[in-house]
């Protein structure tokens, strides 16, 4: 064996390669501020104001990166989180800026109601016989709202995170109706309810004031059950199916191969923030951690990988060539 890694023959022989157009890049945009804030638990991000968001989405053009995804931070919030499907709305400013001045760039919407709602959870909330709580349906009409407004703002990707039932149908159905049929949907199709999501509470102010998001999003233990809500929604008419979070669930990114559909991964940021933390300590090497983690996501299976690395990324495989 050692014979095929002679380090001339290596590069012929390499299985999983890592490209750039396999990144897409989380942006934050925050309509309250003027100028970058930095994220205090996410080292090297900041949340982007709206008037500026196309400036930092060029760089990421530059640099490589062919894809965004955009969340969204209001001024307001409310109840029935109506700031996210105005058309006025921050994201949807955004996705126009941005489309605008790259009109080449994929831009995909994260499309959920956590950052809108004044109680932090995914959608419309209400009594249920187990106390307050995500109701299923009133929320697929909200997640309907936020979707089509995206897509007319000129989104080419509505990305469901909220992990409700149904959503991906209904969202398509509506989509088509309205006439964006060429809108293609990634649903958050296996969404584990994760201790590593926290940091991102910190970027997007998204944290929940009541309960917790258990009983939309999948325990860590069940892999059957991962497997069986991307089924579904892979069913229902999902174009790309994701797992969330990618490094420590890569078991499930290689069952959901056997749909035949392109996968995503989400690098979240508590992954993110476990490699800037220990390489900040001297611990591990930044580069070659953060590398070595997105080649396993896609050995795994993924055919996309949304990281914070993203940027960073694309530039150390400059220095590889």
């Not at 559909?261 to 953060?290: F, H, N, T």
């Amino acid at each position: 064996m050692r014979r095929m890694r002679r380090r001339i023959i290596q590069p012929l022989l390499r299985e999983t390669e890592l490209r750039k157009t396999d990144l897409i890049a989380p942006v934050f945009v925050d309509e309250s501020i003027s100028a970058p804030l930095p994220i205090a638990s996410m080292p090297g991000q900041f949340r982007h104001p709206t008037e500026g968001v196309a400036d930092y989405c060029e760089h990421l053009w530059n640099a490589g990166i062919r894809a965004a995804i955009l969340f969204g931070v209001p001024a307001a919030k409310d109840s029935e989180a109506t700031e996210a499907y105005a058309s006025g709305g921050v994201v949807q400013r955004a996705v126009r800026s941005i489309k605008e001045r790259l009109p080449q760039m994929v831009v995909a919407t994260d499309v959920c109601a956590c950052e809108y709602t004044d109680h932090g959870h995914c959608g419309i909330v209400g009594e249920t016989a187990d106390g307050p709580d995500l109701l299923n349906d009133p929320s697929l009409a909200l997640m309907v709202r936020i979707a089509v407004s995206h897509a007319e703002s000129g989104a080419d990707i509505v990305a469901p995170s909220c992990m409700l039932d149904g959503m991906v149908r209904a969202i398509r159905q509506a989509l088509d109706a309205a006439g964006f049929q060429n809108v293609l949907i990634v649903s958050y199709s296996s969404k584990f309810a994760s201790a590593l999501y926290g940091p991102f509470r910190d970027a997007a102010d998204s944290g929940f004031s009541f309960g917790d998001r258990t009983t939309y999003q999948i325990c860590p233990g069940n892999a059957r059950e991962a497997v069986m809500e991307s089924e579904l929604d892979a069913a229902e008419g999902a174009d790309i199916l994701m797992v969330k979070p990618a490094g420590i669930y890569l078991d499930i990114l290689l069952s959901l191969k056997e749909f035949g559909l392109p996968i995503a991964a989400y690098q979240v940021s508590g992954e993110y923030a476990m490699i800037k933390a220990a390489a900040e300590r001297g611990w591990l090497d930044e580069r070659a951690v953060a590398l070595e983690s997105l080649i396993a996501i896609k050995r795994a299976g993924a055919d996309l990988i949304i990281t914070y690395f993203a940027q960073d990324a694309a530039r150390w495989l400059d220095e590889e060539q």
